[in-house]
């Protein structure tokens, strides 16, 4: 993977200059540090930072059709690409390079704006026609790779971080509110909202094609589609068979490189079942990683230690506790681009800059798992839920009905009734303006995907929507992942897994209240017994009760600054840090909101970017 940035003269007669791609490059810098190169033909640059896996003397970028009538930057892998490589050379394509990513191009030619539906991998690609003069921006199915927009002063800018279009000084830089209040209702902003006024970011599954004098078109290419009804049910035994061979089959697209690939141990079984299905079927040693965060019932590093040993892995560990959040707080707002209302984002910065201390450039994860094979509490309490729905008032059957599509899904929380707390955590001017920006306004997905849906197919759709594709996976993934140069790879995530997913039995995913019950069985004899027979165990990092108690003045809201910007009711925050420094105060539930958390990393975000509100 790497780091792409590009500028289009949309009719301004505004022509992008060298200078100006090299800001962006600089800005992103951290996501490619193996080389750098740009384009600039006419109207139209792209830019280029390298984190090389495959040809690594050959590969470097911008990528040329023979007749150089496209062009194309690419950050991501093409798991697919030895057989599209062979089908389009019978066609009669040439190839320069032994990267997988430059079958991109050449599938164009042949299919035209419909070449990202052959592709399984992770992607962010901007194509340029110079024919058409036509730039296409693509992020991949799941949104595994970001990828931001914008248009002013008559110029598209893109990038795969926003850093990349604030390099240039004449960007407005003004918070989003929007995203600010999709943080307190969701797990976190949601495509295509950042927390940056006027940047947008593109949705997983979605193309945008710009040509100059014309409005952008955004399409859809791909979505998560689960049936309304099930298919001949195969059992449970071919299921799991079925399931072990995908598992395998995802796994080694992910360790084709010229470099050494890791991974991820948390001591849960999503990340255990990647690391066992690699030492039993594919290596029988490699590097791999873990943070050890918290005491007692959060401190995993027993199950961690089970499965390294099992593996046979060169295993290394970071320690993650109240003072190395503190510490790094400011630095993982930095890279994530956004405030986050859990600390966890610092464990995945330090296990990335762990990795960076090893010849690993990459790492498998388990993430993606939880979503598609009802691993959440969430599913657990539907179960109850749906045998008893009274209790919900008017106003949340309205909100539900409005986000959801259905009046009795509860989405993790209340919303009615939270609204009514968040208006005593805003300032009374921001409370008074609350209609213009609220996330509760409108749904954050396509509701008519999920209708007809059962209970846990909703869930799944809208947890990959709003909680996988840009908390989990941008956030909490590449932005950590890509602040200390390593990129991160999900076995999960295949389109082969989410397709056998999707179109699988409900009862094979939550049997009774069995969670992930056809993963377990298809783990049972390859992931050690503690690990497959343990109860579930959400990762969770200390929360800013425990850090206030740390003496975290450093990341603590700043009056002055709360005044600043006239975001949060300043009574309200002096209130949450005495509530928090009570040697008795915990935040209790994976749902309850850390307000004070929020508070404190929108004021760093707004400083570190010196955005105005």
Not at 142 to 150: D, K
Not at 473 to 478: I, N, Q, S
Request: proline share 5%.
């Amino acid at each position: 993977m790497c780091g792409i940035c590009g500028i289009m003269d949309m009719g301004g007669g505004n022509a992008p200059r060298k200078v100006q791609i090299e800001a962006m490059l600089r800005a992103i810098a951290h996501r490619g540090p193996d080389g750098q190169n740009m384009w600039l033909e006419g109207g139209t640059a792209l830019g280029f930072n390298r984190l090389s896996f495959i040809d690594l003397t050959g590969g470097m970028q911008p990528l040329f059709t023979e007749d150089r009538g496209v062009v194309a930057v690419i950050n991501g892998e093409i798991y697919n690409h030895p057989e599209l490589r062979e089908e389009l050379e019978k066609k009669g394509h040439t190839f320069r390079t032994r990267t997988d990513v430059e079958v991109v191009l050449h599938l164009y030619e042949e299919e035209g704006e419909d070449f990202p539906k052959r592709l399984n991998g992770q992607f962010g690609i901007a194509l340029f026609d110079t024919g058409r003069k036509t730039l296409y921006l693509v992020r991949d199915q799941m949104g595994v790779c970001p990828l931001y927009w914008t248009v002013q002063n008559g110029r598209l800018l893109f990038g795969s971080e926003a850093k990349a279009i604030l390099a240039l000084p004449d960007v407005k830089r003004k918070l989003n509110l929007k995203a600010l209040d999709q943080l307190m209702n969701f797990p976190g902003v949601v495509a295509p909202e950042t927390f940056f006024e006027g940047i947008r970011a593109i949705r997983p599954g979605h193309m945008i094609r710009f040509r100059v004098g014309e409005e952008p078109v955004d399409t859809e290419y791909w979505d998560l589609v689960y049936p309304r009804e099930d298919a001949e049910d195969k059992g449970l035994e071919a299921y799991a068979a079925e399931l072990r061979e995908l598992i395998v089959r995802a796994i080694r697209r992910r360790l084709v490189a010229d470099v050494p690939i890791g991974f991820y141990v948390s001591g849960g079984l999503d990340s255990s079942v990647v690391a066992c299905f690699i030492g039993k079927y594919l290596l029988n040693s490699y590097y791999s990683f873990s943070a050890e965060i918290g005491e007692g019932d959060l401190d995993e590093s027993r199950f961690q230690k089970i499965v390294s040993q099992s593996v046979k892995s060169d295993h290394r560990s970071v320690t993650v506790g109240d003072r190395e959040i503190i510490e790094n707080l400011p630095s993982v707002i930095y890279h994530a681009e956004s405030a986050v209302k859990e600390s966890y984002d610092t464990a995945a910065f330090l296990l990335s800059e762990l990795v960076r201390t090893t010849p690993a450039k990459a790492v498998l994860t388990g993430q993606g798992s939880d979503e598609l094979f009802c691993g959440y509490v969430g599913y657990m309490v539907d179960l109850f839920r749906n045998m008893n729905k009274d209790g919900m008032s008017e106003g949340e059957k309205e909100i539900n009905s409005r986000l959801w599509g259905d009046p009795y899904f509860r989405y993790e929380r209340d919303h009615d009734a939270i609204r009514a707390v968040h208006r005593t955590i805003y300032s009374s001017e921001l409370a008074s303006a609350l209609p213009s920006f609220s996330a509760l306004s409108e749904s954050p997905i396509d509701v008519s995907k999920v209708e007809g849906l059962s209970t846990q197919r909703r869930r799944s759709y809208i947890d990959c929507k709003l909680r996988l594709g840009d908390h989990l996976l941008l956030e909490h993934g590449d932005r950590m992942f890509f602040s200390h140069s390593v990129e991160g790879r999900h076995p999960f995530l295949d389109p082969e897994i989410v397709a056998f997913v999707t179109a699988l039995p409900d009862k094979y995913k939550m049997n009774g209240a069995r969670e992930k019950y056809i993963l377990k069985k298809a783990a049972e004899g390859i992931v050690p017994d503690p690990i497959v027979k343990r109860r579930k165990f959400p990762f969770q990092a200390p929360g800013m009760s425990s850090l206030v108690k740390a003496g975290a003045d450093s990341v603590m809201p700043d009056p002055a600054l709360i005044r600043k910007y006239g975001l949060f009711d300043e009574k309200k925050i002096e209130e949450m840090k005495k509530l928090y420094s009570d040697p008795s105060f915990r935040l209790m539930g994976a749902y309850e909101i850390d307000y004070l958390l929020i508070a404190s990393t929108v004021t760093i975000l707004c400083e570190t970017y010196g955005l105005s509100v």
